[in-house]
């Protein structure tokens, strides 16, 4: 979806940005911490608000999902702060990622937190937001493209469609682990669409749940890997094979499982193209 | 959420971008259909690819839903066809639609559906680009900030939370409808944010029967009229007020029903500002 110049287009873009700075926010956006979404791995996909947020940063508290094409965008003075997650391994816990917030905010600086996606959907940013807040201080939260809508856009799959999906639920794998059982039986109504977020690991169970709920075996099924990015790949599958394609493509993370009848609009010419971006740029 | 400077601010922008064209499209993104996601109402909620793919477009073809303010960013030559959908008043049929898009994509245009919101959450791009895809037609689907996600954002309800809601459904109000039952079982489960769209009509039996289906009466509730606009409204509720505050409050379309504990997080400081964006500038 993305042509080899635009990144170059978007840093001549950033440039034209910081021009014009400092830009007046006005007196609604004047927090000092925006909670802003990166979007889902493709640098075109941030919102015109989240770029000038980061463009006008001085310091910049990322996640793990957040591109080197995305974090480009801060002016060479800007402070880069990564408190990324790796499963199992959290590089600060979420109780020093608000004492950071807090602290550099405090300090009069103009702090973005950078999230993949979007900062309210599995992106703990009400968590942040409330600490902020209760701290008394402003905060704005700069909406992202969510990786179901990113996802979604770039595989093919209409997340709703008249005759197929009359409601969207969007979930984590991490829920849908024997230690927090889900509602199996709603979540495998059909009529809907299900896009499962971080659901590589535990993508068997959940296949196999839905099934034993009543969804049926043959219902499509999509994996969406590295979403919106060069290294796209999309796999077409049923919801009975969800598991095997997953373990006989080798998909990791970051990836998201779309499971409904729309997941058959998938297009499955994977593009595997070279690795443009580097391994750090990756969809939520 | 928008300092008054930001359309000028964007409107330089766009003017920057327009002394690039014509931008290189590259091979994968070269089809002559680009079905594109306009965001929740605020200009500054456009992807930047979007803004890209608005400009350099020979016709566009938009919905009620989609602001002045958003279609300004055309360049000055495109042409520019309303075909939007007021309930029960459809300007064009979606068969005339359809047949529009592939007129001028055959006759060699560059054609921009635009869709308030996201193009595959509730705005048919999905049934759109399965009609020009099975003429032979290649199409582009550029994501948006679905509602959802800009008024959470806007009146600081996040849609999930680790403590509340690990899931999130999106439906529509028509869904909710006696013709059209949902699975009010599986809508009324707890530990889930349920977010309607078009939701104020058959807002009374939406409460009732999710009430009905075991969902707590004092389940907390939001509704956000022209979210992400200036002429947005946060009413903070609860499941059993939620029709009554509706009413009172004379809500209208557009707005999004936010139900589920997170929405007891809604800053309900109703910005009720001059209405500086015209009528139309509404969010889906």
Chains 1, 2 share one sequence.
Request: proline residues 7%.
């Amino acid at each position: 979806m993305r042509a080899p110049s635009d990144p170059i287009d978007l840093h001549r873009h950033g440039a034209a940005l910081r021009a014009r700075r400092p830009a007046p926010l006005g007196p609604a956006s004047a927090g000092p911490v925006a909670i802003v979404g990166a979007g889902p791995g493709d640098p075109e996909l941030l919102t015109v608000k989240a770029l000038r947020r980061l463009e006008a940063a001085d310091v910049i508290v990322h996640d793990r999902l957040v591109s080197g094409e995305v974090l480009a965008f801060a002016r060479p003075g800007a402070e880069r702060i990564y408190v990324g997650k790796a499963a199992g391994a959290h590089a600060k816990t979420q109780e020093q990622i608000n004492a950071l917030l807090l602290g550099h905010a405090r300090a009069g600086r103009r702090v973005v937190r950078l999230k993949g996606g979007d900062p309210f959907v599995f992106g703990r940013g009400g968590e942040e937001a409330e600490h902020l807040r209760a701290h008394g201080l402003e905060v704005e939260v700069v909406p992202g493209i969510t990786a179901a809508a990113g996802c979604a856009a770039a595989a093919g799959i209409p997340l709703t469609h008249r005759d197929h999906a009359h409601a969207v639920t969007l979930v984590t794998g991490h829920g849908t682990a024997p230690e927090a059982e889900p509602d199996w039986a709603g979540l495998a109504r059909p009529g809907q669409t299900l896009v499962i977020y971080m659901g590589v690991a535990t993508a068997a169970r959940t296949a196999e749940r839905l099934i034993a709920h009543g969804l049926a075996p043959e219902t499509p099924a999509a994996v969406v890997e590295k979403g919106t990015t060069e290294e796209q790949r999309v796999l077409a599958t049923r919801l009975d094979g969800l598991a095997a394609t997953v373990a006989e493509a080798g998909v990791r993370a970051p990836a998201v499982l779309v499971i409904g009848a729309v997941a058959a609009y998938a297009e499955a010419a994977d593009r595997l193209a070279e690795p443009a971006v580097p391994a750090c740029a990756a969809a939520l």
